[in-house]
């Protein structure tokens, strides 16, 4: 499976923007997704996890309530819809896939899929 994440740029602080993570493949549906991030200088983090089908989600605490994933497997594609974004969310934004249909956690060890990055800066 290939990743390829859309959607990153400049945005000012309390804007918006959504990340697309297109995947590759026609087992799309058989892996749970998520999201994560890197800011420079600091370790890779988790942002969000969605099952497969879409039905339950989990996110970091710092993004509960501002940000959603969602998933459309019809198109093969994972959605990171971001709002009210501030600087501290500067980052390489991640999208990754678990051969599990339910793992959401944050354990990066156990994604097996990854995309190559897609640059998210939020001015202040």
Same mark, same amino acid.
């Given at each position: 499976?290939q990743?390829?994440?859309?959607g990153?740029?400049?945005?000012?602080?309390?804007?918006?923007?959504?990340?697309?993570?297109?995947?590759?493949?026609?087992t799309?549906?058989?892996?749970?997704?998520a999201?994560?991030?890197?800011?420079?200088?600091k370790?890779?983090?988790?942002v969000?996890?969605?099952?497969?089908?879409?039905? /339950?989600?989990? *996110?970091? !605490? +710092?993004?509960k309530? &501002?940000?959603?994933?969602?998933?459309?497997?019809?198109?093969? %594609? $994972?959605?990171?819809?971001?709002?009210?974004?501030?600087?501290?969310?500067?980052?390489?934004?991640?999208?990754?896939?678990?051969? /599990?249909?339910? *793992?959401? !956690? +944050?354990?990066?060890? &156990?994604?097996?899929?990854?995309?190559?990055?897609t640059?998210? %800066? $939020?001015?202040?």
């Open positions: 499976v990743l390829v994440e859309s990153g740029g400049l945005v000012q602080a309390g804007g918006s923007l959504r990340l697309s993570c297109a995947a590759s493949g026609r799309f549906s058989n892996y749970a997704m999201w994560f991030r890197q800011a420079p200088g370790e890779r983090e988790f969000a996890g969605i099952t497969w089908s879409g039905g /339950s989600a989990n *996110y970091a !605490g +710092s993004v309530g &501002r940000f959603t994933i969602s998933r459309d497997n019809a198109k093969n %594609t $994972v959605y990171l819809q971001m709002n009210s974004l501030n600087p501290e969310d500067t980052a390489v934004y991640y999208c990754a896939g678990v051969k /599990s249909t339910y *793992y959401t !956690g +944050s354990d990066d060890s &156990r994604y097996d899929f990854w995309g190559q990055g640059q998210v %800066t $939020v001015s202040s």
